[in-house]
């Protein structure tokens, strides 16, 4: 059963990067969703104490006069010699030097070379990092240092966006972590606007990259950063994507274009293209991995909405789905009843009335992923699937619940629950009235 949607028109290419665009889709200063719900970083996170331990300290002028460490952290029109982190890694050492001179480039504070763009420059940068760990942390307080007391609008604007870019495709180091946390964090501040570039805004969206890179990962699969998809990163900078947003913000963003759709399009979308490829007769559907090269490019075309033609293997769709769960920025079923669904995970009447107690969209997409399986749960389909209930608890329980304990025992029994819930779920909760939708 297709979507009707799946015809519209698609959505019109990616604006250009260039400060038109920027001035028109610019929030409000007052804009700033985290700043207040997210803990605030301790001041031992400075950035600065993280230079005092760990940066080579330059020299300028003629007598070789060590920089200060505040000024070897501010923006420079100046090229560097050698890296900013202290390094022995010779790859490393040879690379930070014409990092830094890119990021100059893209920032426009020097002169592109024949045949460059800024998308190839983020394009190049986004490889050299992705491929190579050793140099995150150098890029990212190269990064820190431009933006740092960088009076230019322009200048200062597109570094930051570098770093939302950058943010897409891989994390700093567990050790530099809580420090590019603590940058992006005291940025998010409106007090640290530029007259002319709502820096809080830019900061706001990296740290939520920061928080969706840290648990992720950096992109994975065998194919490096595409210029596609630094085209999106640069996009969903002011055109939030459809991944890593809470429901509330995914609805608005389909508000215009499906008005009366009381579902997410992307989640319908998705369910509706498994089940068109037979997903449920297909052996270890959920279970068994999409090519994790098509599921990166099928959510380029999601987030287009899109749904392209040529797809054929339902494990692409089905693995975009949970990822689509499990990357909402706040769980399907909220921290807040947590405790109760895992107290009530057997408890089928409780169960039932914890789901009826929800926020009404986190009701109803909970309610359609339990119809969604249900289907799946039919003995004639697990008997092609081998997926049972306990296998599809198994294996989406993690994408409505989260686990915020850090207690490896907890963590471990709570699993178990987390499957017991969602299994109490696919065998007692009443989703008839879905079926019109579904």
């Known amino acids: 059963m297709m979507l009707s949607s799946q015809s519209d028109a698609q959505m019109s290419q990616y604006a250009s990067i260039g400060s038109l665009q920027r001035q028109q889709n610019r929030p409000t200063p007052s804009t700033n969703p985290l700043i207040q719900k997210n803990r605030k970083p301790t001041c031992e996170n400075d950035i600065e104490n993280y230079a005092h331990a760990n940066l080579n300290r330059h020299k300028t002028g003629l007598f070789g006069k060590k920089l200060s460490v505040a000024n070897m952290l501010s923006w420079s029109k100046e090229s560097i010699k050698k890296p900013m982190i202290a390094a022995n890694d010779k790859k490393v050492k040879k690379e930070a030097i014409e990092v830094f001179k890119l990021i100059q480039m893209y920032m426009c504070d020097r002169k592109l070379k024949g045949g460059m763009t800024q998308l190839g420059i983020a394009l190049d940068l986004a490889k050299r990092g992705w491929s190579c760990p050793n140099l995150r942390d150098e890029l990212y307080i190269q990064l820190c240092k431009q933006t740092t007391d960088n009076r230019r609008a322009e200048s200062l604007e597109r570094g930051w966006e570098l770093m939302a870019v950058m943010l897409v495709f891989f994390p700093p180091s567990v050790h530099f972590h809580d420090y590019l946390e603590g940058y992006i964090y005291r940025?998010?501040?409106?007090?640290?606007?530029?007259?002319?570039?709502?820096?809080?805004?830019?900061?706001?969206?990296?740290?939520?990259?920061?928080?969706?890179?840290?648990?992720?990962?950096?992109?994975?699969?065998?194919?490096?950063?595409?210029?596609?998809?630094?085209?999106?990163?640069?996009?969903?900078?002011?055109?939030?994507?459809?991944?890593?947003?809470?429901?509330?913000?995914?609805?608005?963003?389909?508000?215009?274009?499906?008005?009366?759709?009381?579902?997410?399009?992307?989640?319908?979308?998705?369910?509706?293209?498994?089940?068109?490829?037979?997903?449920?007769?297909?052996?270890?559907?959920?279970?068994?991995?999409?090519?994790?090269?098509?599921?990166?490019?099928?959510?380029?075309?999601?987030?287009?909405?899109?749904?392209?033609?040529?797809?054929?293997?339902?494990?692409?769709?089905?693995?975009?789905?949970?990822?689509?769960?499990?990357?909402?920025?706040?769980?399907?079923?909220?921290?807040?009843?947590?405790?109760?669904?895992?107290?009530?995970?057997?408890?089928?009447?409780?169960?039932?009335?914890?789901?009826?107690?929800?926020?009404?969209?986190?009701?109803?997409?909970?309610?359609?992923?339990?119809?969604?399986?249900?289907?799946?749960?039919?003995?004639?389909?697990?008997?092609?699937?081998?997926?049972?209930?306990?296998?599809?608890?198994?294996?989406?329980?993690?994408?409505?619940?989260?686990?915020?304990?850090?207690?490896?025992?907890?963590?471990?029994?709570?699993?178990?629950?987390?499957?017991?819930?969602?299994?109490?779920?696919?065998?007692?909760?009443?989703?008839?009235?879905?079926?019109v939708i579904l």
């Not at 939030?240 to 992307?266: H, K, T, Y």
């Not at 494990?315 to 789905?321: D, I, K, N, Q, R």
């Not at 004639?380 to 699937?385: H, K, P, S």
């Open 187 to 435: 940025n998010m501040e409106p007090s640290f606007n530029h007259p002319e570039v709502p820096v809080n805004h830019y900061a706001t969206h990296c740290f939520k990259k920061l928080e969706k890179a840290s648990t992720m990962g950096a992109k994975r699969g065998q194919k490096k950063p595409a210029m596609e998809e630094v085209q999106a990163a640069v996009h969903c900078i002011f055109h939030p994507s459809m991944f890593g947003n809470s429901l509330d913000e995914i609805m608005a963003l389909q508000q215009d274009r499906f008005p009366g759709r009381n579902l997410p399009w992307v989640q319908v979308a998705l369910s509706e293209e498994v089940l068109r490829l037979n997903g449920c007769r297909t052996e270890g559907i959920f279970r068994v991995p999409g090519d994790i090269d098509e599921v990166n490019g099928l959510k380029l075309h999601v987030d287009r909405w899109q749904l392209p033609a040529s797809l054929s293997d339902p494990h692409v769709p089905a693995s975009l789905l949970k990822l689509w769960y499990r990357e909402l920025y706040e769980p399907l079923i909220p921290h807040v009843f947590y405790d109760d669904c895992i107290r009530n995970c057997s408890d089928a009447d409780a169960a039932v009335r914890i789901v009826s107690s929800l926020p009404d969209i986190n009701r109803l997409v909970l309610c359609y992923l339990i119809r969604f399986l249900q289907v799946f749960a039919k003995s004639e389909n697990v008997a092609i699937t081998k997926m049972d209930t306990n296998n599809l608890a198994m294996v989406m329980a993690p994408n409505c619940l989260r686990c915020q304990s850090e207690d490896p025992r907890v963590i471990l029994d709570n699993t178990t629950k987390q499957m017991g819930f969602v299994r109490t779920l696919i065998h007692s909760l009443d989703t008839s009235y879905l079926e």
